[in-house]
């Protein structure tokens, strides 16, 4: 049963088109979530990457810049369009994380949270009468901002990190990259690599995950320069008879979108241009499915009587037992 | 494979606020980047070919596909309909498709076509079940997993120019359901243009009147809505098939040649067998998998669920989860399996008490047996023993009698002697 010759034309490609015009037609979903201390440019970054206003700051009228006493997650949505692709985005925050004095299990609410939309999806995915596209809101990529300290990673970030990269795709970037040097920045990033590494910390895109070699060599790329060094901003300037946008300082312009100035670029190519595809496939064929493993696992091991599914698994109990009888 | 079934949102957006961008973000390649994936992946195709034997099924899916499948002819004489799954890899520039045909043998052959259907619809559902499996499991790869499930089924209409036959509607009947049903006339060749479009309106018609849901190519898409439109309105679509080429004017073409004429396959005046192949492949064979997998797969696996007695509601209509009512059910059955365990038990203890008894019984006889021989014995004995006693006396008295006799004798023949000595001396 190997490759076959056609002898002509079938029509067979037409299925690329046919598959486009249908998820065009129903839309893409997709969920982000922000994490990191007060003032690192979470909400500036992310309507930044989306340009337009999709934070939380920015849509709620009576939102306060407060320190918030505990970590509570805020979520908020919006469909975007862009050239005929519909998406609904939606930003979820998380204020108050890092910003306590004593911040032992700060990420406890945030585990909590992703956990329990997972459960909601496996909820949905095990009824009998199920919707005909279950509602995705699990968080199919996590932002983890590190202060541009230019030392190492802290102790928050390694805990934060080594718990959250066992359940969803961790993105760090380095946020508000414009306080340090070319020179600062490449020895804080390879520190900081080194630390992951250090920590068994598996950051996106894991390498377990690359499908070939070409997702290989693409993916390397990318592990050998993150975590990303951006600066955001919404605000444009002229620059040499362009609109950029840029962050003014009394000794240049920052320009966002330079390559040369900082990494937004790339980190933008990441999670929308070239990833985000790669990003909901690896929250659901692994993320999920690992919860999934593990719930339906100690459920039948718990003595409150919830048990597992596998039918299977029961089925074949049955017919083993019955050929005992 | 299923990625692409379930990463599409959920169309109505609720509580999100429409946006406007302020410059190109660049999530427009999303679809591009979806079908990328799928591209590197590969699609799954499967198609269900039912039809009698010799109406032309093999040679359709070769002409359809341009290739040649090495079909071999079947007999007439199957004793029962049997499905034969094929799959192949095909690829048509960067495409690759892991085709699976599935040909009914045998399908109208038998005397009695009572069960005829039967073997189509647990095909079918076998394949359903096993999706279901994988589905269930605790670690399951749905990823890899190869879908074998029925996309599209092409019902084989015999060109008799009437109407159905009533196995036609029966089996589709049964079937649509379960499978998106394509009914073609096959053999088109053989009936005139006129008595071709009276024999579509009867079949559309007979297959409304009995209640049979055949596949409509969908128009909610602007794109296609038109042309599917114009197609469902010449359904069933009447084909031709061929694998030989004839020359017509300076091109080779696909065409069966008559000694009044060339039918040639890919002219729509001649058939609609362009019309299939757009519909089919061309146009709608994304909609195809979709349909099979959001619509009769889930009633597939509700109807299953149900039937094992898993509800979403308990009676008082209280959510319930699944995993609860599986908990419950599971005691039950080992409840049950411990119930028969004992009364096995049971039984075996009754019947090894019983068999106790009858040996015991079977002993006892053996020994009363055993007894009376033994005195049979000892009589037969005894009595022998007399019978010796008396031979033995009757011996010693004949010995005695003898000795006296013997004694007389001795006696006698001395006497004589002496008798004869003295007168002997006398003389």
């Known amino acids: 049963m190997g490759g076959r010759d056609l002898f002509g034309y079938v029509g067979i490609e037409a299925v690329l088109d046919q598959m486009r015009r249908k998820t065009m037609k129903a839309g893409f979903e997709f969920n982000i979530m922000v994490v990191g201390q007060s003032g690192l440019g979470k909400s500036t970054l992310v309507n930044t990457l989306f340009k337009s206003k999709v934070s939380r700051k920015s849509c709620t009228p009576s939102y306060e810049e407060k320190i918030s006493r505990t970590v509570h997650l805020k979520s908020v949505s919006h469909i975007i369009e862009e050239k005929g692709v519909k998406m609904r985005l939606t930003v979820i925050d998380t204020p108050g994380f890092g910003d306590q004095i004593n911040n032992e299990n700060c990420w406890d609410p945030i585990v909590k949270y992703i956990n329990e939309q997972y459960e909601k999806y496996l909820t949905e995915e095990l009824h009998i009468t199920r919707k005909r596209r279950i509602p995705d809101t699990r968080v199919h990529c996590c932002v983890y901002f590190l202060p541009a300290t230019g030392h190492r990673l802290r102790p928050i970030d390694v805990e934060f990190m080594k718990r959250l990269g066992k359940i969803v795709s961790i993105v760090p970037v380095i946020a508000k990259a414009d306080t340090l040097t070319m020179d600062e920045r490449l020895d804080f990033k390879q520190r900081i690599r080194q630390d992951l590494q250090a920590s068994g910390i598996r950051v996106y895109p894991q390498k377990e995950y690359d499908e070939d070699v070409e997702d290989r060599i693409r993916n390397d790329k990318i592990r050998e320069n993150i975590p990303f060094?951006?600066?955001g901003t919404d605000k444009e300037h002229q620059v040499n008879g362009n609109k950029v946008l840029g962050r003014k300082t009394k000794w240049g312009i920052i320009e966002v979108e330079n390559v040369a100035h900082c990494e937004f670029a790339n980190l933008r190519d990441l999670l929308v241009r070239s990833h985000l595809q790669d990003l909901k496939d690896v929250t659901h064929y692994i993320h999920y499915e690992t919860y999934r493993v593990r719930r339906l696992n100690e459920s039948n091991a718990s003595v409150s009587g919830l048990s597992a599914l596998p039918l299977e698994n029961g089925i074949t109990e049955k017919y083993e037992a019955q050929s005992q009888l | 494979l299923s990625s692409v079934y379930l990463c599409l949102s959920s169309g109505v957006p609720e509580n999100a606020r429409p946006l406007s961008l302020s410059g190109h973000v660049g999530f427009d390649s999303l679809p591009d980047q979806l079908v990328n994936k799928s591209t590197s992946q590969g699609f799954c195709f499967n198609i269900l070919c039912i039809g009698e034997t010799g109406i032309g099924k093999?040679?359709?899916?070769?002409t359809l596909f341009n290739t040649n499948f090495e079909n071999f002819e079947s007999s007439h004489f199957e004793p029962r309909v049997k499905l034969r799954a094929q799959t192949?890899?095909?690829?048509?520039?960067?495409?690759?498709?892991?085709?699976?045909?599935?040909?009914?043998?045998?399908?109208?052959?038998?005397?009695?076509?009572?069960?005829?259907?039967?073997?189509?619809?647990?095909?079918?559902?076998?394949?359903f079940e096993s999706y279901?499996?994988?589905?269930?499991?605790?670690?399951?790869?749905?990823?890899?997993?190869?879908?074998?499930?029925?996309?599209?089924?092409?019902?084989?209409i015999a060109p008799s120019g009437h109407s159905l036959k009533s196995l036609d509607l029966v089996t589709m009947k049964k079937l649509d359901s379960k499978v998106n049903i394509i009914p073609v006339i096959a053999k088109a060749d053989t009936i005139s243009k006129s008595e071709l479009h009276k024999f579509k309106i009867k079949i559309m018609s007979e297959l409304v009147s009995n209640g049979v849901q055949i596949y409509q190519f969908p128009t909610d898409d602007e794109t296609v809505s038109k042309i599917n439109t114009a197609m469902n309105g010449h359904l069933p679509f009447a084909?031709?098939?061929?694998?030989?080429?004839?020359?017509?004017g300076n091109k080779m073409v696909k065409a069966r040649q008559y000694p009044w004429g060339v039918v040639q396959v890919e002219n729509e005046n001649h058939c609609d067998f362009v019309k299939l192949r757009e519909m089919l492949i061309c146009v709608n064979m994304e909609d195809l998998r979709e349909q099979t997998h959001t619509r009769h797969y889930e009633l597939y696996r509700r109807c299953k669920l149900e039937e094992m007695g898993f509800r979403d509601t308990d009676p008082e209509s209280k959510p319930v989860s699944l995993q609860e009512t599986y908990e419950a059910k599971r005691q039950e059955f080992l409840q049950e399996?411990?119930?028969?365990?004992?009364?096995m038990r049971q039984t075996f203890v009754q019947r090894v008490k019983e068999k106790e008894a009858e040996l015991k019984e079977a002993e006892r006889e053996l020994q009363g047996k055993f007894e009376q021989l033994k005195r049979l014995h000892m009589e037969e004995k005894s009595k022998l023993d007399e019978k010796r006693k008396s031979l033995e006396d009757e011996m010693s008295s004949f010995s005695k009698k003898k000795a006296a006799a013997e004694l007389l004798q001795g006696q006698a023949f001395t006497a004589n002697?002496?008798?004869k000595k003295d007168k002997d001396r006398k003389k």
Do not use: P, W
């Open chain 2, 239 to 248: 084909v031709v098939g061929s694998t030989e080429e004839v020359k017509i």
């Open chain 2, 58 to 62: 093999s040679t359709l899916m070769d």
């Open chain 2, 132 to 156: 279901l499996q994988e589905e269930l499991k605790i670690k399951r790869s749905l990823h890899n997993y190869h879908d074998s499930r029925i996309h599209a089924c092409l019902y084989f």
């Open chain 2, 337 to 343: 399996l411990q119930r028969r365990e004992e009364e």
């Open chain 2, 88 to 127: 192949y890899d095909l690829q048509e520039s960067n495409v690759r498709l892991k085709l699976t045909i599935v040909n009914t043998v045998g399908f109208g052959d038998q005397m009695n076509k009572q069960e005829s259907y039967q073997h189509v619809v647990d095909y079918i559902d076998t394949q």
């Open chain 2, 417 to 419: 002697s002496n008798l």
């Open chain 1, 229 to 231: 060094a951006v600066v």
